[in-house]
């Protein structure tokens, strides 16, 4: 049983990217992926008999918007409300609040926070506070207004709960290196409005009280402080993006029984069932209840497969092999795969595979079978991560004046990327261009 259900980014007016030569299987199900994503998380709400259900990030724009789409969240929200679930709208602020109250007709159950109203509701029986962080003093301010003083004589204490939500735009445009930028790129006076706000939150006084539980969506991996919660989105936008789509429930008390039998702790058998007294939640944190919940539809995944020799009929029988034994992942209609070829270092063997990629590609896509194989190749190369080490100085043994010596040098310089604390360029990228420039010169 959860009493919060958040959800971050469901984007429903802005569409996936659907790969070139895609089948209709496919096409289909990530088309349909946002929308899809959205509903297993009010479906979540609904199992759990959840009494919120939080909406933050992009969720629908007004000026993007078809009627379609604005009278099934408009649904979604009604159908909550028909069970006693409240759904909440972190905007903002107030003008995107009062068009996305116009565009959805205003209906029953519907509430909105911004950053200079927060919204004061009761949650069987306890009063929780909703804040919008987004990199505003308002929140702040809120946050840091002194509590009122309860005499320790009282016979009961209200307990309260404040919930601060806050999300970056990371990912919202697909960088590529955005997730493996070097800290001191994210601390520079030119760091991106995103990472401002993801520093913002991080000031906000409050967010370590035990009353008190922040936050933040992203769908970018971040070193968040300790007791910050981080919230996936409900659906990847595409490969650049390490982590699955989720929702993420709570419980505003902590509900879970002790491993200790009913006598060890001193209750009766009756009594373990019954609800626990709001003196015993003050002593249980109840921010350890935070659980997340796959709704992705569609994953994306890169397969490593060696191939050291061989044309595009070899190739594609190996990928084939990889594609059948490739497990599912939760809650995914369909795997968009990326398959990285290691070549041995053999710089002729990578030019080889992008010349029969088309051909191997053409091969693998006429075995799937949307009923027994997940996954569908979208992409095919040599392997960019392999390492440049066997071909530095100690190893290659290169002779002056010859391709050779570049690529020792090149491998040389690479390494010497990688072993830096703080390198200029993330290391992969390193990798990558050193490749294409060795099969460049190949080529030629």
Do not use: Y
């Not at 972190?90 to 926070?113: H, I, N, Y």
């Not at 402080?225 to 650049?240: K, Y």
């Not at 191997?360 to 079978?369: E, N």
């Not at 990558?432 to 080529?443: G, P």
């Amino acid at each position: 049983m959860a009493d919060i259900v958040f959800a971050f980014d469901p984007a429903l007016d802005r569409p996936i990217p659907v790969p070139e030569a895609a089948p209709a299987t496919v096409a289909e199900a990530i088309t349909a992926a946002p929308l899809e994503a959205l509903r297993a998380a009010v479906a979540t709400a609904h199992e759990s008999k959840a009494a919120v259900f939080v909406l933050c990030g992009r969720i629908l724009d007004p000026l993007r918007a078809s009627p379609a789409q604005a009278a099934t969240l408009r649904s979604m929200i009604l159908d909550l409300a028909a069970e006693g679930c409240r759904t909440v709208w972190m905007a903002d602020d107030a003008t995107a609040s009062a068009e996305a109250a116009r565009m959805l007709g205003e209906p029953k159950g519907l509430a909105f926070v911004t950053p200079l109203e927060p919204l004061h509701l009761e949650v069987r029986g306890l009063g929780v506070e909703l804040f919008v962080a987004r990199g505003t003093f308002a929140t702040a301010a809120a946050l840091a207004a002194p509590t009122v003083a309860v005499s320790m004589e009282a016979a009961f204490v209200p307990l309260r709960r404040r919930l601060v939500v806050g999300w970056d735009s990371g990912h919202w445009n697909a960088e590529r290196w955005d997730a493996v930028l070097p800290e001191a790129a994210r601390a520079d006076a030119t760091a991106t409005g995103a990472d401002r706000e993801a520093e913002a939150v991080r000031r906000l006084p409050g967010w370590s009280q035990p009353d008190t539980l922040c936050v933040w969506g992203s769908r970018r991996v971040q070193h968040l402080p300790a007791g910050v919660r981080h919230l996936p989105s409900l659906q990847p936008r595409s490969a650049h993006e390490s982590q699955a789509g989720g929702c993420a429930t709570l419980a505003l008390v902590d509900r879970a029984e002790p491993a200790d039998t009913p006598a060890a702790t001193g209750r009766s058998a009756a009594a373990a069932v019954a609800p626990i007294p709001h003196a015993d939640w003050s002593h249980a944190d109840w921010r350890h209840s935070w659980h997340e919940v796959p709704t992705q539809r569609v994953a994306w995944q890169t397969i490593t497969v060696a191939s050291p020799a061989g044309g595009d009929e070899e190739l594609a029988t190996t990928i084939w092999s990889a594609l059948e034994n490739l497990p599912a992942a939760p809650q995914s209609a369909v795997e968009i795969v990326r398959c990285s070829v290691e070549c041995g270092t053999s710089v002729p063997r990578r030019v080889r595979v992008a010349e029969i990629s088309a051909e191997t590609l053409a091969r693998v896509r006429q075995l799937f079978d949307g009923r027994t194989v997940r996954g569908w190749c979208h992409e095919l190369s040599a392997d960019s991560s392999e390492s440049l080490a066997p071909l530095g100085r100690g190893r290659s043994g290169g002779r002056p004046g010859s391709t050779t010596s570049f690529s020792t040098a090149l491998a040389d310089i690479v390494m010497q990327i990688e072993q830096q604390p703080a390198p200029p360029m993330p290391a992969a990228m390193a990798r990558e261009s050193a490749w294409l420039a060795l099969e460049l010169i190949e080529s030629i």
